[in-house]
């Protein structure tokens, strides 16, 4: 088949020009922070196939849904009211701009020491974020959902872009049973049992709310000599530069988590999870020395709740979220 010819969405070869155009509308709706045309088409079809939420008293079809619940989390979920719609994702593959080295002067030279926080690099992963998260509750909006629940992310970096990220945002689109739709739709982190639980308490999820933190630490004199010289290891002693970077990223984490579910007005923050990586860079100082240096990256997230009637998830929800190095 001639590399000019695509196939279409039904597996039948395009024609060029047609194959050209829907690319470039693909990646206008990229560049302007949505999904593909023709995954807002597929999304359409299904939502008009189960009958579009047009109000109180509309017949619902159920056409074949998918989704990655578990058996145990379909059951309890349909228990609470919630049906599957279809499983939804959001993705971005983000380029990351110049970040410059702390620390570091010509011929390795130290212009201070610390825990410095790679600005470009936090921003990057959280914003690559973002946009995977939005286009997944753009997806479920189009399939007519009110929520995603059991949204989990997947991040990393590949080798035909080196300067480049990407998140990827999982999840399963679900409806409710009652008339009143939510629009846009709520993301939930959290599994089938534990909304299933949260619910029966009396509370319901408002958003997802998450941050990251990339430091880099340049040590102190001491704490060079530990782990570099040969007598670093005749006595045990803690590394309170590499344990302050640590304490430090944390608190700038959470200070963003928290500024995020206060922005939804949230009473609390459940599910929440935390992973930390720790890479080592070793430098060059001169005169045949070198120095350990690390760079610790902090993610982390969670699912906003407010204490409210549990079948109740008519709320609007926005996003700014984490990433990962």
Wanted: hydrophobic fraction near 40%.
């Amino acid at each position: 088949m001639p590399f000019s010819h695509r196939r279409g969405p039904d597996g039948t070869q395009q024609d060029p020009a047609a194959a050209e155009a829907d690319l470039q509308a693909s990646l206008a709706a990229l560049a302007r922070g949505g999904i593909p045309p023709r995954a807002e088409q597929r999304l359409a079809e299904l939502r008009e196939a189960r009958g579009a939420p047009q109000g109180a008293g509309y017949e619902e079809v159920r056409p074949l849904f998918t989704s990655d619940l578990s058996v145990n989390e379909f059951a309890l979920l349909t228990a609470t009211g919630l049906r599957p719609v279809t499983q939804v994702m959001g993705s971005s593959v983000y380029h990351v701009g110049w970040q410059g080295t702390p620390g570091t002067f010509f011929g390795g030279l130290t212009m201070g020491r610390g825990s410095f926080e790679l600005e470009v690099l936090s921003e990057a992963w959280n914003n690559a974020r973002s946009l995977a998260l939005s286009r997944l509750q753009q997806e479920a909006r189009f399939a007519g959902a009110d929520a995603v629940v059991g949204v989990h992310i997947q991040w990393g970096a590949h080798d035909f872009a080196p300067n480049a990220v990407e998140m990827v945002a999982v999840g399963t689109a679900v409806r409710t049973s009652g008339a009143e739709r939510t629009d846009p739709p709520v993301l939930c982190d959290l599994s089938g049992q534990d909304l299933w639980n949260l619910l029966r308490a009396g509370y319901r999820p408002v958003g997802v709310v998450g941050a990251t933190t990339i430091f880099y630490v340049v040590p102190q004199w001491s704490t060079q000599a530990l782990t570099t010289s040969w007598l670093s290891g005749r006595s045990n002693q803690e590394l309170p530069d590499f344990t302050q970077a640590i304490y430090t990223a944390r608190e700038v984490a959470f200070g963003h988590l928290s500024a995020q579910a206060q922005a939804f007005g949230a009473h609390g923050i459940v599910g929440v999870s935390i992973d930390q990586k720790i890479g080592r860079r070793e430098v060059e100082t001169g005169n045949n020395t070198r120095r350990i240096d690390l760079i610790v990256t902090l993610h982390v997230l969670g699912t906003a709740i407010v204490e409210g009637p549990g079948r109740d998830l008519d709320v609007h929800t926005t996003l700014d979220l984490r990433g990962a190095l």
